[in-house]
Antibody, heavy 121, light 107 residues
Framework: EVQLVESGGAVVQPGGSLRLSCAAS????????MHWVRQAPGKGLEWVSH????????NYADSVRGRFGISRDDSKNSLFLEMNSLRTEDTALYYC??????????????WGHGTMVTVSS | EIVMTQSPATLSVSPGERVALSCRAS??????LAWYQQRPGQAPRLLIH???TRASGIPARFSGSGSGTEFTLAISSLQSEDFALYYC?????????FGQGTKLEIK
């Protein structure tokens, strides 16, 4: 079964840092572009960041660029999101998401259940 | 950034009816558009990609159409499990963007 399981969400103070992890299973992780997508409570979906299958390309939403860093460890089938200088507006459920095609960019076919990040003093 | 606008925000319909949800892009995205369904407390689920291709396991009552800037998700003969939130998503340009969602509720 194809599965993505996020972890690392917590309550953190403004200005703090957090590292999210995503464990992938059931597919050849190294072949796929991976993404983080977030959803603030009661709000819509916001794409946060991507990393290509070969780690050669990354991109970020303007709202997080310079504060967040995405990475992957193919030997451990894991995706990461390093979050620094956190703001109250970063409060959201963070989804780990798999791209639908091998070595390319397409829609998001597999989503994890999400990990909650709350930024509050 | 490409702005995705969905309409209407909420649609009240009865089971068994047919509905059409609209999504408009602020600039052309060819057919690089997906639709997702999100039920309360669940992660989104891919329904349609490439504007009109059903994802694996998606019932035939879901269909997508459009290209360029205008797109439609049609659901024929609504079932109880179809009452949910629906999002469109463009993956033609960075940053990827989503519409604000259409809520399908029981009339």
């Amino acid at each position: 079964e194809v599965q993505l399981v996020e972890s690392g969400g917590a309550v953190v103070q403004p200005g703090g840092s957090l590292r999210l992890s995503c464990a992938a299973s059931g597919f050849t992780f190294e072949d796929y572009t991976m993404h983080w997508v977030r959803q603030a409570p009661g709000k819509g979906l916001e794409w946060v960041s991507h990393i290509s299958w070969d780690s050669g390309s990354t991109n970020y939403a303007d709202s997080v660029r310079g504060r967040f860093g995405i990475s992957r460890d193919d030997s451990k089938n894991s995706l990461f999101l390093e979050m620094n200088s956190l703001r109250t507006e970063d409060t959201a459920l963070y989804y780990c998401v798999k791209d639908a095609v091998v070595a390319g960019y397409e829609a998001f076919d597999i989503w994890g259940h999400g990990t909650m990040v709350t930024v509050s003093s | 950034e490409i702005v995705m606008t969905q309409s209407p925000a909420t649609l009240s319909v009865s089971p068994g009816e047919r509905v059409a949800l609209s999504c408009r892009a602020s600039q052309t995205i060819n057919t690089n558009l997906a639709w997702y369904q999100q039920r309360p407390g669940q992660a989104p689920r891919l329904l349609i990609h490439g504007a009109s291709t059903r994802a694996s396991g998606i019932p035939a009552r879901f269909s997508g159409s459009g290209s360029g800037t205008e797109f439609t998700l049609a659901i024929s003969s609504l079932q109880s499990e179809d009452f949910a939130l629906y999002y469109c998503h463009q993956y033609n340009h960075w940053p990827y963007t989503f519409g604000q969602g259409t809520k399908l509720e029981i009339k």
